[in-house]
């Protein structure tokens, strides 16, 4: 199997290490050694995703196993709340998204955790992002297209005072409705994020797939640095 990582750009800039994604269709523990000699001199770390479960291995860094989660709208429209698009990110919604996501992989490897949260910000400027009317600077929704036409939840963060309102569920309900059209809706969702689980089943998710996603630094990268 070709075990050429293809270049991250966006992570890359974001992160400030050479970054390559691997995709694989199995298991990929039995690829690593080829995995760090094709990519050491082009990455300093490699992304790598797959379907399914992995036994971990103590070689790779910051191992998870992801819920690919779908709801599939009927043509009832939903229960909907008011929500808005937001025009820039806030001081306040930067703030939210610098806390809010401490079941990420990165934070649990030291040598990206200083860089993690600076993904969830520039997510948040560069992509679609809706509101509560009732709380607009207390919690933000980011969306995105999938290539089959679903829509995707990117990120969905409250601030640490509205949390366990209601406002999160009002945000979603309320976001779904205000797009009608869509019928598939996905959102992944880390599995040790039990809260985060229960609260997409709550809104009407429910768990269709699974994949392993993990990271794998080769002999140049910063681990030796």
Partial sequence: MNSQAVLSAW???????RVGTLNF???PLLELDNIRAWNREHFDVIFVRCEGWVDPMRSVSALD???EMEAQLTTEKPRTSCVSLMCFPSKRHIEIALEAFPE???YRDHRLSDRASSRYV???SEHQAYVPTEAPDDAFLVTQDDPDGARRISLIAVSSLRRSTGIG???VTGVLAIEPTRKIWRVRVSARNYRAIRFYERVGFRVKSVSTTFHVWTRGGRENG
Avoid at 11 to 17: K, T, W
């Fill in 122 to 124: 520039r997510w948040l």
């Fill in 104 to 106: 990420s992989r990165f």
């Fill in 65 to 67: 196993y992801l819920y």
């Fill in 11 to 17: 992570e890359s800039d974001v992160l400030g290490v």
């Fill in 25 to 27: 269709p199995d298991n």
């Fill in 169 to 171: 569920d009002r945000l």
